[in-house]
């Protein structure tokens, strides 16, 4: 058994090490970080919605945003899609599941904001409907995904996607970039910036 669990953190360090060594996808990750900065710098704010695995990401990121990561600073304004469940129920009884995301955006999106949506495959149809709803309004959009980055990395302003295609390896690493982004806009905002 202690060979199985160095395995899957071989495993883990391994994916991690290809997001490492891989230029473009560092690129787009400061490219990300850059534009979250910008928005927030703009008076406009993140939005973060995923299923599952990454409904849990959505929130945590949003709650390093309103809360703190590295230190004390004012609150940013981040909204995760997935934790009114008055919101989700309604909507999903009302129009579908595949609506729970799009219709927050409907209300609560502005122009200028950016809608991080996450998928491991990167096909949930809530979160694409969601990117048909923040394109209409004018937000950006990002996809943080894995395997091939599926419809959503073709449909996205731009793509993250984890060259893994396994979910646990990937959803480790979704956190890994959500901390990152999170690091990088606090630090910016708030303190000398990032050396």
Known sequence: MKEYI????????????KIYENEALLNIIEEVAKKCVAIYRSGKKTIIAGNGGSAADAQHIAAELVGRYGFDRPSLPSLALTT???????????????????????????????????????????????????????IMTVALTG??????AQMADIAIVVPSNDTPRIQESHILIGHILCDIIEKEIFADGVN
Do not use: C, H, P, W
């Open 84 to 138: 009114d469940t008055s919101n989700l129920t309604a909507i999903g009884n009302d129009y579908g599941y595949d609506k729970v995301f799009s219709r927050q955006l409907e209300g609560m999106g502005l122009e200028g904001d950016i809608f991080i949506g996450i998928s491991t495959s990167g096909n949930s149809v809530n979160i694409i409907n969601a990117f048909e709803s923040a394109k209409e309004k004018g």
């Open 147 to 152: 395997r091939d980055g599926g419809k959503m």
């Open 6 to 17: 160095k395995n899957q953190i071989k495993s883990s360090y391994e994916t991690k090490q």
